[in-house]
């Protein structure tokens, strides 16, 4: 497995165009990929710690040696509840995201629909994906995860837009590949790994062929550009002389990018579907309940930091022990609790694919994205209550260092034995998540919850809970 020196030197050679605020940018020093790099980094670090070696590896299934977990198709229920394990643990331990759950998540969608396509078309993608994944897992890749379209104006089908790019979809085919053109949108540090696995964003119907696509691509492939995010915390990064002015000083806040496909040549080795419009609901399906499950378990992981600094400033205030202030971090527990037991209980009730590769149970999965979503606004909001106006109206830490500084350290002190500086830095971390991006990320990433109550409809059978109740209230016809 790579460490992490290898890491940054294989991500040195890739060199993928990126561009920041209007400016092409080197992927390893701008201010604003490095704490993407950082975290990806992390999860190398993070493998070769014995410490986390069971939730961080796993043995393949196709080569039977040991990979880092994020490279891993899920072969049992316990791998499931690792999985869980993984993004808890990555989230807690870096505070922003991972930048390889979706990746991991569309791989394991892949391997098992690919297999499925196979039998009954006699295609040949599960082999392709096979050899794949082996490269990937043998070399030790970073893979993002791609399916989220531009979509233009959404009451309307791919080709009834107006501009015919709003989808990704297949310009060309050939006999060494094809050619894909547009964009995906929102992609969480697809600039800092080294392959990006893209699928449908949607279920595509008859006449709608060319949209039904997926395949690898590296990010330095020629025609893709990666165009990062803008958000006042991006900006305050490329403004600050001393990192340590912000609120998660090394990994900063999540951070995505547009992935513009200019005519990108992909070879049919990296190909995983090309057409087949059938298979895209059940794909998306499986990808969702992937990573809405491994979703809910991210949040989990950011938990912690929120109720920790939470908790710190309510100690820091001498309110640590106050009825209504434990009451309130009681409540933040509890959703963190529930977020964590319905991911684990989406695991422990998967299922197996043909294929052999395990998912989480569909509706319980759809539950655990739901659960961490509403979840993240609840703890916001207490987080928010406890710590009082100071989150958003806090001078600068540089202030200490300046004239003024000693106003600050006689003002801003908390109680008897807790400086001004402690208080600083923890509101500062703390605004990170109440007053940053976090609250659209974890309302939207892994769909917007208008997504997993439709899918809930969809798979819950109403009229047997109808029947339930009118045997119950003697009903019998109707
Ligand atoms: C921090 C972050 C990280 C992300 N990372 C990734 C990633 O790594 N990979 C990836 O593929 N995606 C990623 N996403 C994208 C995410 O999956 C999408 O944001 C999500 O699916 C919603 O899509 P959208 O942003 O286009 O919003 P929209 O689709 O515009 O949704 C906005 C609202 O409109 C509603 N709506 C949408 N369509 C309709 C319709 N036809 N009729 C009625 N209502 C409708 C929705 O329910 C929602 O309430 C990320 C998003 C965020 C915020």
């Known amino acids: 497995m790579k460490t992490v020196n290898q890491y940054l030197e294989s991500l040195r050679e890739l060199s993928p165009v990126v561009y920041v605020a209007g400016e092409k940018v080197d992927v390893l020093t701008h201010p604003n ?18 410490k986390y070696e069971a939730i961080m590896t796993a043995k393949s299934h196709l080569t039977g040696e040991k ?14 509840e690792r999985r869980v394990d993984l993004a ?17 998540d569309a791989l394991s969608a892949l391997e098992s629909i690919t297999y499925e396509m196979d039998k009954e078309l006699g295609t040949n993608y599960h082999q392709r994906l096979i ?44 006999d060494d590949g094809i050619v894909v053109r547009w964009a995906k949108v929102n992609q969480s540090g697809s600039a800092a790994v080294h392959e990006n696995i893209i699928v449908p964003g949607m279920t595509f119907r008859e006449g709608e062929e060319e949209y039904a696509v997926a395949f690898a691509v590296p990010s330095n492939a020629k025609g893709l550009i990666h165009i990062m995010q803008e958000t006042p915390e991006d900006a305050e990064r490329r403004l600050v002389e001393d990192e340590n002015e912000l609120g998660i000083p090394k990994y900063g806040v999540r951070e995505t990018f ?16 090309c057409g087949e419009v059938k298979y895209t609901r059940e794909l998306v399906l499986r990808f969702a309940s992937n990573h809405r499950t491994s979703s809910a378990g991210c949040k989990v992981g950011f938990a912690e930091g929120l109720i920790g600094a939470t908790y710190a400033i309510a100690d820091y205030n001498g309110l640590a022990k106050a009825p209504n202030i434990r009451t309130e971090l009681a409540q933040m527990i509890y959703t963190q609790e529930l977020a964590r037991a319905c991911a684990l209980a989406a695991a422990l009730k998967g299922w197996k694919a043909e294929s052999g590769t395990y998912f989480p149970n569909y509706v319980l999965a759809n539950v655990a994205k739901l ?12 987080a928010i ?9 806090l001078p600068a830490l540089s202030n200490l260092k300046s004239p003024v500084g000693e106003y600050l350290k006689k003002y801003l002190k908390g109680r008897s034995g807790v400086p001004a500086e402690h208080r600083i830095k923890m509101f500062k971390f703390l605004q990170t998540w109440v007053a940053g991006p976090h609250a659209p990320g974890a309302w939207h990433g892994g769909g917007s919850p208008m997504a997993q109550l439709l899918t809930l409809y969809a798979l819950t059978d109403l009229e047997s809970k109808k029947r339930q109740a009118m045997e119950l209230a003697g009903i019998e016809e109707g």
């Open 258 to 273: 547009i992935m513009v496909f200019d005519d990108v040549f992909i070879p049919w080795d990296r190909v995983f579907m």
């Open 33 to 50: 990929l490095k704490p993407v790099v950082n975290a990806v980094a992390k999860t190398y670090e993070l493998a070769q710690n014995p």
């Open 67 to 80: 990979i880092n977990r994020f490279n891993h198709v899920p072969r049992s229920v316990e791998d499931l």
């Open 371 to 382: 659960a961490s979503a509403y979840g993240f606004i609840e703890l916001m909001k207490n």
């Open 385 to 393: 209550d406890i710590s009082g106006g100071l989150t958003v109206t």
């Open 131 to 174: 050899n794949y994944l082996k490269y990937v897992q043998q070399n030790d890749l970073a893979c993002s995860g791609a399916l989220t379209d531009p979509k233009g104006d959404r009451k309307l089908r791919p080709k009834e837009q107006e501009d015919p790019d709003m989808y990704l979809h297949v310009v060309e085919k050939g």
């Open 88 to 104: 808890i643990l990555t989230s807690q331990k870096i505070g922003s995201c991972n930048y390889r759950c979706a990746g991991c």
